[in-house]
């Protein structure tokens, strides 16, 4: 039997509004300990990761994320001692302002 292994994935997006002039980002951060292929897994804990990461974001901002604007992106595996049955997940959700610097008043010498 192999040894069980920590896995560990982020799945994130940034998008902005150019009307109300923000940009919006969301970090999703997943652990979990499993054993087997590691392509396999890594695949299996993607596809789970993507469905999660598209209902937090709906659930808090109203707005379906589509696949192909998701970022996902691996540690390296690391040996633990157990398996575990769930994932461990943190959120981030950070949303920024874009304001225009007002212009200077140009001055005439007269």
Known sequence: ???PYMAR??????????KERTAFGTDLHFRGGFR????RNR???A????????WCVYARTGVWGPFYKMI??????EPTPRIT?????????R????????????????
């Open 1 to 3: 039997m192999s040894r």
């Open 9 to 18: 994935m982020t799945i994130s997006t940034r998008s902005s509004n150019s």
């Open 36 to 39: 087997g292929d590691i392509r």
């Open 43 to 45: 695949r299996f804990f």
């Open 47 to 54: 596809e789970r990761g993507i469905r999660y990461y598209q």
């Open 72 to 77: 996902i992106r691996f540690e390296k595996e």
């Open 85 to 93: 049955k769930t994932a461990h997940v943190v959120g981030q959700t």
């Open 95 to 110: 949303l920024f302002a874009v304001v225009k610097s007002p212009r200077s008043p140009s001055v005439k010498e007269g």
